[in-house]
């Protein structure tokens, strides 16, 4: 990917992701996931908070001003300028930053996992309603074709438009489904590198004490 820090690429796949599977437009500033990046500053902003040079709500207010088309490359600078100057004296801060940026991602994922789930499952409960109704339909029809035609050419019609309704929710279930394999595989990913973050930091503790 074009962002240049694996843990910044996840984060932006996270947000076209928690975009996406709310309804809202995805995110600008990339041609597409793991394609090159059409906004430097956009993709220069992912990195620095994927390496936890920035904390949650420095990046939140960075990317509204992003979308808006207002970032400047003086509003990231300023911030790198700050990480440079930054004690590390009492512990890591780069490595805090990160890792609370992972687990707020990983709670956003949660909420909005369960919420696409109970519209999948609206969604499987009104296809199976309506299955149900076509076969009723079809069966009605064929009982009654031999001494009322005309009521049997309308049911069929009803079955018919019940179809229409079908066409239309099936692709919705099938995209939804994917959406949440595909979360599933991030929060697994996210997860790997919470768990590699705090190994880090722990390590930190240990070597701070051994210098004691």
Known sequence: MGCGSP???????????????????????RRGIGGESDNPLRSQLYQMYGEGQISE???T??????????LRPADLAVHR???????VGHGDPVTANALRSIRSRLTQ????????????????????????????????????????EESARQRLAE???LGLSRDRLA???????????????LRAQLEAKSIELEAVQA?????EEMLK
Request: charged content about 30%; proline content about 2%; overall charge negative.
């Open 159 to 161: 079955k018919a438009e």
């Open 171 to 185: 692709p919705q279930v099938d995209a939804l489904q994917t959406d949440l394999s595909r979360l599933e595989d």
């Open 203 to 207: 390590r930190g503790r240990l070597n």
């Open 109 to 148: 994922l949660a909420q909005v996992r369960a919420a696409s789930e109970k519209v999948l499952a609206d969604l499987e409960t009104q296809l199976s309603d309506i299955n149900q109704r076509m076969d009723d339909k079809e069966q009605a029809a064929r009982r009654i074709i031999e001494r009322d």
């Open 7 to 29: 843990l910044g690429d996840l984060f932006y796949l996270a947000d076209t992701l928690l975009y996406h599977t709310d309804g809202s437009s995805l995110p600008l500033g």
């Open 61 to 70: 207010a960075l990317r509204i001003l992003a979308d808006r088309g207002q």
């Open 57 to 59: 709500e420095v990046f």
């Open 81 to 87: 300028a700050r990480v440079q100057h930054r004690s």
